[in-house]
């Protein structure tokens, strides 16, 4: 029965509703709650993605750049770690996408989530022929209508609060724009500045059929982000998540929001020295363009696996001056539904 780990503790009203407010999202997701955590590249692998399937919430493998051959064995070593149901996140710019899809159907993954972009020709029928369901990034509602029309399963809204790439309008803007038009067509998961149960009860009853976390797992003990890393997560506050600039108009950057540091001021020199070899004509656009990406990659690495928070890209969403402790995956979900509850009773 959907929820009845918290059910089975409580029979209040406000948990009721909530149980039925959540509903259409578990249902989709297969999992107790409507909570999927946002796929972060290095933090959202095996040990963290199996933590919040085991929760009863719905874990997402980040495959970022991995080959397929590493995708491969990912999912393996978090099937070995969960029974329940997970997804996997993949890039729609990965040169190997379609092999990647191919992975999935291997493993039989129920849930595909494009991000980055529009998805390349075929992917999404790719996706539904091997029986899954397809979740694209909207962050604007003419994509979102997009979306729907080209046969999507589910939208994820994500707005400029959420750590990582993002884009320029704020969550709740978005909320209000997508979730009256297309709520009713198919399920919508809000995502972007999210740290507390309140305002995932708020978007629930705005028409949400759940929601997606990512800054609020980062701090989880399962997490195999490096202390380091987390340490720098619980001194921040909101206003130290700051988006980047983009230097050159003639290289376009997705901004990304992280904490600021030396990092964000050698991405700035690095822009600089990308535009100068388009000057020169020694790379072309596509070459420049992998360039920053690659910069980016390289540089998460460094502060959550090895730790350089100085250098390293902390990317973070604003919510993060509300992750105050480390605590277990599990805590993290029954405070927010605590929270949630307690923001329906009221």
């Given at each position: 029965?959907?929820?009845?780990?918290?059910?089975?503790?409580?029979?209040?009203?406000?948990?009721?509703?909530?149980?039925?407010?959540?509903?259409?999202?578990?249902?989709?997701?297969?999992?107790?709650?409507?909570?999927?955590?946002?796929?972060?590249s290095?933090?959202?692998?095996?040990n963290?993605?199996?933590?919040?399937?085991?929760?009863?919430?719905?874990?997402?493998?980040?495959?970022?750049?991995?080959?397929?051959?590493?995708?491969?064995?990912?999912?393996?070593?978090?099937?070995?770690?969960?029974?329940?149901?997970?997804?996997?996140?993949?890039?729609?710019?990965?040169p190997?996408?379609?092999?990647?899809?191919?992975?999935?159907?291997?493993?039989k993954?129920?849930?595909?989530?494009?991000?980055?972009?529009?998805?390349?020709?075929?992917?999404i029928?790719?996706?539904?022929?091997?029986?899954?369901?397809?979740?694209?990034?909207?962050?604007a509602?003419?994509?979102?209508?997009?979306?729907?029309?080209?046969?999507?399963?589910a939208?994820?809204?994500?707005?400029?609060?959420?750590?990582?790439?993002?884009?320029?309008?704020?969550?709740?803007?978005?909320?209000?724009?997508?979730?009256?038009?297309?709520?009713?067509?198919?399920?919508?998961?809000?995502?972007?500045?999210?740290?507390?149960?309140?305002?995932m009860?708020?978007?629930?009853?705005?028409?949400?059929?759940?929601?997606?976390?990512?800054?609020?797992?980062?701090?989880?003990?399962?997490?195999?982000?490096?202390?380091?890393?987390?340490?720098?997560f619980?001194?921040?506050?909101?206003?130290?998540?700051?988006?980047?600039?983009?230097?050159?108009?003639?290289?376009?950057?997705?901004?990304?929001?992280?904490?600021?540091?030396?990092?964000?001021?050698?991405?700035?020199?690095?822009?600089?020295?990308?535009?100068?070899?388009?000057?020169?004509?020694?790379?072309?656009?596509?070459?420049?363009q992998?360039?920053?990406?690659?910069?980016?990659?390289?540089?998460?690495?460094?502060?959550?696996?090895?730790?350089?928070?100085?250098?390293?890209s902390?990317?973070?969403?604003?919510?993060?001056?509300?992750?105050?402790?480390?605590?277990?995956?599990?805590?993290i979900?029954a405070?927010l539904?605590?929270?949630?509850?307690?923001?329906?009773?009221?």
């Open positions: 029965m959907l929820l009845n780990r918290w059910q089975s503790k409580r029979y209040s009203p406000s948990m009721t509703k909530l149980a039925h407010l959540m509903k259409r999202g578990a249902e989709f997701l297969g999992c107790e709650v409507a909570i999927m955590c946002g796929a972060m290095w933090v959202s692998e095996r963290l993605v199996s933590a919040i399937s085991n929760a009863g919430g719905f874990g997402v493998i980040a495959c970022g750049a991995m080959t397929p051959e590493l995708l491969d064995a990912e999912i393996a070593a978090t099937k070995a770690l969960t029974t329940r149901p997970f997804g996997v996140n993949l890039i729609t710019m990965h190997q996408i379609m092999e990647l899809i191919t992975v999935c159907a291997k493993h993954v129920g849930h595909i989530v494009l991000a980055g972009g529009l998805p390349p020709k075929g992917s029928e790719a996706i539904k022929e091997a029986g899954a369901k397809v979740l694209c990034f909207a962050p509602l003419t994509l979102a209508k997009k979306f729907a029309r080209s046969g999507v399963d939208l994820i809204i994500e707005g400029s609060e959420a750590g990582g790439h993002i884009g320029p309008v704020s969550t709740s803007v978005l909320a209000q724009e997508i979730l009256p038009e297309l709520g009713d067509q198919l399920p919508i998961f809000v995502a972007g500045g999210i740290g507390r149960g309140g305002l009860a708020s978007y629930l009853e705005m028409g949400a059929a759940g929601v997606q976390l990512g800054t609020r797992f980062v701090c989880a003990h399962e997490s195999i982000a490096h202390p380091n890393f987390k340490q720098a619980l001194r921040a506050n909101a206003r130290d998540a700051v988006a980047s600039v983009q230097i050159d108009p003639r290289l376009p950057v997705i901004p990304v929001r992280a904490l600021k540091n030396k990092g964000t001021e050698e991405f700035t020199r690095k822009q600089i020295e990308v535009a100068g070899k388009l000057d020169r004509g020694e790379i072309d656009m596509e070459a420049a992998l360039e920053i990406e690659t910069y980016w990659a390289g540089a998460l690495r460094r502060a959550v696996i090895d730790g350089d928070v100085e250098y390293g902390v990317m973070a969403g604003q919510s993060v001056g509300m992750v105050h402790v480390e605590r277990p995956v599990a805590d979900i405070k539904m605590r929270e949630a509850e307690e923001a329906l009773a009221r």
